[in-house]
């Protein structure tokens, strides 16, 4: 993931050009799941969860870890917890998180074993996570089977168009105020 030929007595460059998916980095152990949502995760992947989400590992190095996530639009993420410390900002895009709806500039900060979810707002959202250790535990705290039917029903009616979306930084990245618009 380091540039080596850059790297000289700690210092590194990480290009996003380069980060690898989490699933393919190895630094989220997935904790047991049930029969039930082993079966809904399954139901949802089948639906088109995976056209929904893009989740890269951008930096894994001794006391830190950054990940950038984009959820798109209406992404059904579980409740869940992870098993260290999370500060997240976000970059572009909104999300709902309980009863507050937080936009570019906002962060938010989870303690370790503290149950969240949240829902990305209409344009998606992309955040960046950071962590002080290298490996985290995901544990998915969603049972109930309606749960999974309804986010299978919603990456269902959604796959067309996450297929398609554009990232919410495409419209702060654009070259031109035109391109802007």
């Known amino acids: 993931m380091a540039d080596t030929a850059m790297t000289h007595e700690g210092f590194g460059i990480y290009r ?15 904790d047991p799941m049930t029969p039930v ?49 999370c500060l997240y900002h976000i970059v572009a895009g909104s999300l709902r998180l309980g009863t507050e709806t937080l936009g570019p500039a906002d962060s938010f900060f989870l303690p370790a074993g503290v ?41 269902s009616a959604n796959r067309e168009a996450w297929r398609v979306a554009a990232r919410p930084t495409d419209a702060i990245t654009a070259s031109t105020p035109a391109e802007r618009e």
């Open 16 to 30: 996003a050009k380069d980060a690898p998916g989490l699933s393919e980095a190895g630094c989220m152990a997935i």
């Open 37 to 85: 949502q082993r079966a809904g995760v399954e139901k949802a992947m089948a639906a088109g969860l995976l056209d929904g989400d893009d989740v890269r590992l951008l930096v894994n190095m001794p006391g830190f870890s950054l990940t950038r996530v984009w959820f798109k639009k209406d992404y059904p993420l579980p409740l869940h917890s992870h098993d260290v410390d």
């Open 115 to 155: 149950p969240y979810t949240y829902r990305p707002g209409p344009d998606g959202v992309e955040l960046l996570e950071f962590r002080h250790e290298m490996r985290f535990t995901f544990k998915n705290l969603a049972k109930g089977e309606a749960f999974w039917t309804k986010a299978a029903e919603v990456c």
